[in-house]
Each structure stands twice: as structure tokens, then as C-alpha cells.
């Protein structure tokens, strides 16, 4: 059982504050997803809890066991870093064996894992090279091996494809899901890709500024999003947003149009995400200003009360710049945040 717990930990760098008071739970054999903007903590808190970097404050535990005072080698995980720490003057084959000999596993079970894994990670053809030789791409995937065949009960991962070309990555994503859901691992992830965060996590741990804004299922920070921000940073267009106003009879009404909304609560922004509308008789009067064919969509960047706002439409529908239409929002799938704290209401 390999249970993480993060109780109240904070970082503070000199006067900075990388990390603010943050508390998470990973269950035993979850793959968790850290996922947020450059800078917003994601690194320090897997460093912390790889014991790379000491906290200003709390504690972690790893499978009951407290380790925040234990070093790195006794913390039971294995890691794969940005900075992949493999050894040059080492062959491949001994690069993924490294961890196995230091635990002197018998020769036909290193053998076995090491090719194992190898395959795995589709470097079979390079076990002979020295590790020197190989493209940034490859040495990832030698340190990914690494990682993965120690079989480690966690497995800490900064980026780790993110040396890898756009085919290949999405390549490796769908094998490291495979592998990862085939093992007794838990996992924590690190991305800024949210399309890899999405396919990839049991669970996203959405951080921004030095805390975790919302932990839930991709299928949940997509669609109930706890903030605006989460709304804004997850989703290629982002959700739409546009102030909104009760009436003293308690109909809320946004860009004009009369929208169902939440019984309590004055200052509420409206949100909708851009596959959530619809043309129709009844919406929002918008005038398009940007049409983008992408093949299966059309992405409409339109205006809406003054303000942007983006629809992705069906691609038969034939939209023109300047074109006057009506988006109609899925009553169901609208969305309200508070004004002044950006936290979901209603
Ligand atoms: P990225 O995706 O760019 O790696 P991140 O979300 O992983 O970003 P961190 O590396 O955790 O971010 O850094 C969080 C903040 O803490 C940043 O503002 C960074 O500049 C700061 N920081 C990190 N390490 C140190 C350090 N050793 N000394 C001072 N500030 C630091």
C-alpha cells in the first residue's frame, strides 16, 4: 500500500512563497497529475515529496510511514526528472539495470526486467549503446526504463516526455498509461500539457500560484470547474465568460439574453464552454469575426455583448466574418462563478 499524504506543506523561498499550505491525498495506486502554468509550484512540491527539497513546513507520508526528515533513498520511490540523470559512460542495457544491481537482484531477473521495459519504452535496438550517444528523446525513455523497471511502489515524474516530438509523444502517453495501469504503482505526474494531464491522470491536482485550486477527475475539472481560473487554463479554447445581472424578480440576464441561473448570489460572471453552444433561433446575438475550419469543428471567434467569445460549430454550418447569428448555451452546462472571489457558485 502506497498511500500519500501531504499535511500542510509549505515552501518558502527567502521571501517568496513557492507553496502555500497545501493538502493532498494520492490514493494507493492512483496516477495524480500536477498540472498548472510555469512557475506555480508544481516541481517543488514533487521535489519535496521526493525529498529533494526540504519543506518550511508540514509533513509527508508515504504508505503510512512519515519521510519528510528521511533522504531520498529510503522514500521507497523511483523518479524520472525534467533533468533525467542518466549516466553517459554507461551502456543503456546498464543504465535501466542501474537501480536492480544496487538492490542485487539475481542476473536472469535484471535480464528479464531490463528487456522488459526496454521494449516497452521502444529502445530495445539501442540497449548496447552507450547513453552518451543518444538524442535528448531516447535518453527520456532510457530514464523512464529506469524508473519504471525497479517497480517501484511510487513513481515521482517531472515532464517526462516532454523531450519527445510531437508523434512519438502521444506514442509513449498511451504506453505509459498501459504500463502504469497494468502496475501496483501510484503515481504523481508532472505536466503543463493539459492534454496530457487529461488522458493521462486517475485524478488532476490543478495548481496556480503556489496552490491547488482544484483536485478532482479530468472528466470533473473540465466540466465543474471549482474556479474560473480552472475554467480558463483547461480546454483548447478555454471556457467563455461574460458578466451577468439579476433583475429585482430574480431573472438573470446576460448580453441581453435571459438565462436560467442560480436562485441566490448578485455578483456572478456566466461561463459556458465553446462546444456547449449551439446555433439556433433563441441565444446570444453574435456577430462572427474570426471562422477557423479545423476539419472535424469549425472554431468561431464572434462578439458577444462587447466581448470575445468562441464557439466550436458544427463544420456544415457555413459561417462567414461579419455573419449575424444566434448561439443558444446547453442549458445544462452552464456555469457560475463569484466576481469577486472567481470561486464556482450556484
Ligand atoms: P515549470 O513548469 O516552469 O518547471 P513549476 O510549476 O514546476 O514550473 P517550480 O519549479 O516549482 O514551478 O517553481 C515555483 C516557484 O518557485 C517559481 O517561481 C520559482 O522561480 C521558485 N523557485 C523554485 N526553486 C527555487 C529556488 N531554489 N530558489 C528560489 N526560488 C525558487
Redesign the pocket.
Known amino acids: 500500500m502506497a498511500e500519500i499524504v501531504i499535511k500542510n506543506v509549505a515552501k518558502r ?2 521571501s ?1 512563497t ?1 507553496l502555500h499550505s497545501i493538502d493532498l491525498t494520492i490514493a494507493d495506486q492512483e496516477f495524480m497529475v500536477l498540472l ?10 514533487l ?1 519535496i515529496i521526493a525529498g529533494l527539497e526540504t519543506p518550511s513546513q508540514g509533513e509527508v507520508w508515504i504508505g503510512g510511514r512519515r519521510v519528510d526528515h528521511l533522504p531520498p533513498r529510503e522514500r521507497g520511490i523511483a523518479m524520472v526528472f ?1 533533468n533525467y540523470a542518466v549516466f553517459p559512460h554507461l551502456t543503456v542495457f546498464e543504465n535501466i539495470a542501474f537501480g536492480l544491481r544496487m538492490k542485487k537482484l539475481p542476473q536472469a531477473e535484471v535480464d528479464a526486467r531490463v528487456n522488459r521495459t526496454a521494449e516497452l519504452m521502444h529502445i530495445e535496438q539501442l540497449l548496447r549503446r552507450y547513453s552518451g550517444q543518444l538524442s535528448g528523446g531516447q535518453r527520456q525513455r532510457v530514464a523512464v526504463a529506469r524508473a519504471l523497471a525497479m517497480e517501484p511502489d511510487v513513481i515521482l515524474m ?2 517526462p516526455l516532454s523531450n519527445l516530438d510531437a508523434l512519438l509523444r502521444l506514442e509513449m502517453r498511451a504506453e505509459l498509461k498501459g504500463v502504469l495501469a497494468n502496475s501496483k504503482t501510484t503515481t504523481i505526474y ?1 505536466t ?1 500539457d493539459q492534454v496530457e494531464a487529461m488522458s493521462l491522470a486517475d485524478r488532476i491536482s490543478v ?1 496556480n500560484g ?1 496552490k491547488i485550486v482544484q483536485a478532482a477527475s479530468p472528466v470533473e475539472v473540465y466540466r465543474n470547474p471549482a474556479a474560473r481560473f480552472v475554467g480558463s487554463f483547461i480546454g483548447n479554447p478555454p471556457m467563455n465568460f461574460l458578466p451577468a445581472n439579476r433583475s429585482a424578480a430574480g431573472q438573470w440576464s446576460v448580453a441581453g439574453l435571459d438565462v436560467p441561473g442560480p436562485a441566490a448570489g448578485d455578483a456572478l460572471e456566466f461561463a459556458i464552454r465553446p462546444e456547449d453552444l449551439t446555433v439556433a433561433a433563441e441565444g446570444f446575438a453574435a456577430t462572427a469575426r474570426v471562422v477557423e475550419p479545423l476539419g472535424a469543428h469549425t472554431l468561431v471567434t464572434a462578439e458577444v455583448g462587447g466581448q470575445m467569445f468562441r464557439a466550436v460549430l458544427d463544420s456544415d454550418l457555413k459561417v462567414s466574418p461579419g455573419d449575424e447569428l444566434r448561439l443558444s448555451p446547453k442549458a445544462d452546462r452552464i456555469r457560475w462563478f463569484n466576481r469577486e472571489t472567481g470561486l464556482a457558485a450556484g
Open positions: 523561498f527567502g517568496f513557492a498548472g502554468a510555469s512557475g506555480c509550484g508544481k516541481t517543488t512540491l521535489r525534467q517531472d515532464e508532472v503543463h495548481m503556489g
